[in-house]
């Protein structure tokens, strides 16, 4: 029997941005007697998740009625869409102790009213011009017209039609009209359209509507039910009004279905975050005064996925919450990556788009989205673009490139910064040198392997220090499921991708050996000298020379050989020593997964080469645009700055797209399909829409 306790909570509960939590299970008891008025306030409250756990009865009581109420709020939202107004209204909902009773009347009268506004509208040509708001406006204009129109389109022997034309679209117009021998006029009644009176034989009926429709006109009908704009926003603000009660009502039925009761007393089952426990205690002492009792658990062993999650991490944080919202939330236990993300996201979309020039541009844009945009979601994504532009603008200096290598201010930075070799340069930057005369023949080409195998090492160590990260988070969460055979597996992976990364660490050291060649990069052995030591080899060639390799080079080639080794003997036994086939598959089982851990260390870790393939392409795309303004006339002339200027824009909106896309593929399947599976359900009280009051009435009121 849980402990009761004293209007708090003692089980802390707020969504650590670590490891995901759930809120404790509450249970709130309340005399039956008072269950109406308690479900109200935990509606009013906004703080109650219920379990959706109750009596079988009158759960299905709620979720039928529930359905009954989605069905008419479809109908409501569907006629304010074509009704095209905008209306604020307030409600009330008076519900007796008999809640089926009580929704059923409610349900019954709005049906009553929506069948009403319905055939009131079914008049109004509707969908012709647009929304009927837009459609009144429009005929309020014919109001002079006397004549029945409807008539004329079912005539015998010769019929008419009323269209409005774009002032644009007239010459099109008539064209067809004449082509299809048809007698038509036109009266200038509304700015910017000419509306024509086209009169034809039946048997041409067919033919006069498409060809008008292909000319962009809109056709006329005067409705036989004439409305204001007062009159729409009127009939809005009371469908308003119905689809507030129907509202409520559903949130009450909700909080109903996680009730259970008993001749004498009503339990509801659900989960209240810590923070909101204030506001609970405080609505039922309004509700049911002092008659009521709390009792909050924590479970255990129930399945993760089943439980809410508490998510409310900081707002600066939202926009990669938005990302990882893509993949899935955290259930409760899980490592929660959102800051691993916020970290990493940016800077490798930085280093796929490494330009000082664009990544300002991206940053005032986003600061104009984040701080101007009425949409909550665009403004998301202005907070995202300035979070990405920074590490950009950061890479493109290092990179020496501001709208591509070519312009003089990224000319300065090569030149004052770096003193003509940037740190994180693109072998672009070489070609671009070789093209104006700074660099020339065999020295060029060696600069142009060396920027190639660093920018290949900068991608795939990154990608190893991040994919060991990611398998050992997976390992540490094997260790909570107790499963032998699964804990096994995820302790290979992570040794695997650890040798991984101890080949390029230890390749960055025992590259220093290749400095007094003053050549660090020049092909893929000084590039990774631990592989050829793991296989063997003593010593690379380095332009016509034998450097023999260090000692460090065989000492991380035997850690990295030892750490992959161990890796695949684990991944060997795991199958074979827990699994619980026949001995013979769980032999074919152990190779098929033995093999398939050699493939992912190398896939997986290749996967990161993209960060380089992305750099090239960005920096050879403005290179090309380059070349093309020179054969235009140079950035000097105004047709080829046009040029540039126009391959700037490209770059910059179809690049900075194509990072996005990569640097999320690498987070989502390199790195989260580790340690993090996504299927957590959001914490979601349930809540009164705002305006609406719940009354509760008894039989002697």
């Not at 109406?36 to 109650?48: R, V, W, Y």
């Not at 009213?113 to 040509?125: N, S, T």
């Not at 259970?260 to 209240?272: E, M, P, R, S, W």
């Not at 540039?644 to 900075?656: C, K, L, P």
């Amino acid at each position: 029997m849980p402990k009761p306790i004293n209007n708090r909570c003692e089980v802390p509960v707020s969504m650590g941005l670590i490891i995901a939590r759930s809120p404790p299970q509450t249970i709130i008891v309340v005399p039956r007697s008072k269950m109406l008025e308690a479900a109200k306030a935990l509606a009013e409250c906004g703080c109650f998740h219920p379990s959706g756990e109750g009596d079988e009865r009158l759960r299905n009581l709620a979720r039928r009625l529930r359905g009954e109420i989605e069905v008419l709020a479809q109908r409501i939202r569907s006629l304010l869409e074509k009704l095209g107004v905008e209306a604020e209204a307030r409600a009330e909902v008076v519900v007796s102790p008999n809640i089926a009773a009580s929704t059923s009347t409610v349900i019954s009268s709005i049906n009553r009213f929506i069948e009403q506004v319905e055939h009131g509208l079914a008049g109004l040509a509707e969908g012709r011009v647009g929304p009927l708001a837009q459609y009144v406006e429009v005929i309020e204009k014919y109001s002079f017209i006397d004549v029945d129109l409807a008539s004329l389109t079912n005539a015998k022997y010769i019929r008419a039609l009323l269209y409005r034309v774009p002032a644009e679209n007239i010459q099109a117009f008539e064209e067809r009209m004449n082509a299809l021998g048809v007698y038509s006029v036109g009266f200038n009644i509304e700015d910017g359209y000419v509306t024509y009176v086209i009169v034809y034989p039946p048997d041409a009926e067919q033919a006069v509507m498409r060809e008008a429709s292909s000319a962009g006109a809109s056709l006329i009908l005067l409705p036989r039910v004439r409305l204001t704009r007062e009159e729409l926003r009127e009939i809005a603000r009371k469908l308003k009004e119905a689809l507030l009660r129907l509202e409520a009502l559903s949130a009450l039925l909700k909080i109903l279905e996680s009730a259970y009761t008993t001749k004498t007393l009503a339990v509801f089952v659900g989960y209240v975050s810590e923070d909101a426990l204030p506001r609970l205690t405080e609505a039922l002492n309004r509700a049911v005064g002092g008659t009521y009792t709390i009792y909050a658990r924590p479970l255990r062993g129930k399945p993760a996925e089943e439980l809410p999650t508490v998510f409310k991490p900081p707002k600066p944080l939202r926009p990669f919450v938005e990302l990882l919202g893509m993949y899935g939330l955290p259930a409760p236990g899980e490592y929660v990556p959102l800051l691993l993300m916020a970290i990493t996201f940016p800077i490798i979309f930085g280093l796929m788009f490494p330009d000082a020039g664009h990544g300002l541009v991206l940053l005032l844009f986003g600061l104009y989205l984040w701080k101007k945009a009425k949409s909550e979601g665009w403004r998301t994504i202005g907070q995202l673009l300035v979070y990405v532009s920074i590490p950009a603008i950061i890479f493109g200096i290092l990179a020496a490139e501001f709208f591509g290598p070519v312009t003089p201010v990224a000319h300065w930075i090569d030149k004052n910064l770096w003193h003509g070799h940037p740190p994180y340069a693109s072998p672009v930057h070489e070609l671009y040198k070789r093209y104006i005369g700074e660099a020339h023949g065999a020295e060029a080409a060696t600069a142009v392997r060396v920027l190639t195998f660093r920018s290949l090492y900068v991608s795939l160590a990154l990608g190893s220090v991040l994919l060991a990260l990611a398998s050992w988070l997976g390992f540490l969460r094997s260790l909570k499921e107790r499963d032998p055979e699964h804990m096994l597996h995820t302790l290979a992976v992570a040794l695997g991708f650890t040798g991984v990364l101890a080949i390029f660490v230890g390749s960055y050291i025992a590259g220093s050996v290749f400095d007094q060649y003053g050549v660090r990069y020049l092909s893929l052995d000084t590039t990774l000298p631990v592989i050829p030591a793991m296989f063997g080899a003593t010593a690379v060639t380095v332009n016509g020379i034998t450097v023999q390799l260090p000692a460090s080079a065989f000492l991380f080639a035997n850690i990295a050989k030892a750490l992959i080794v161990l890796a695949i003997v684990i991944d060997l036994l795991a199958p074979i020593i827990y699994g619980h086939e026949p001995l013979g598959q769980r032999l074919i089982l152990a190779f098929v997964e033995a093999f398939d851990l050699v493939l992912v260390l190398l896939s997986n870790t290749l996967s990161f080469v993209r960060i380089m393939g992305l750099m090239l392409a960005h920096s050879g795309l403005m290179y090309g645009f380059f070349i093309i303004a020179e054969k235009a006339g140079g950035l000097s002339s105004p047709i080829g700055l046009l040029v540039y200027a126009i391959g700037n824009i490209f770059v910059i909106g179809f690049e900075a797209f194509i990072a996005n896309i990569h640097t999320l593929r690498l987070h989502f399947y390199e790195m989260f399909t580790k340690f993090y599976e996504g299927r957590g359900r959001r914490y979601q009280p349930v809540r009164l829409p705002p305006g609406v009051e719940i009354k509760i009435v008894t039989k002697r009121q």
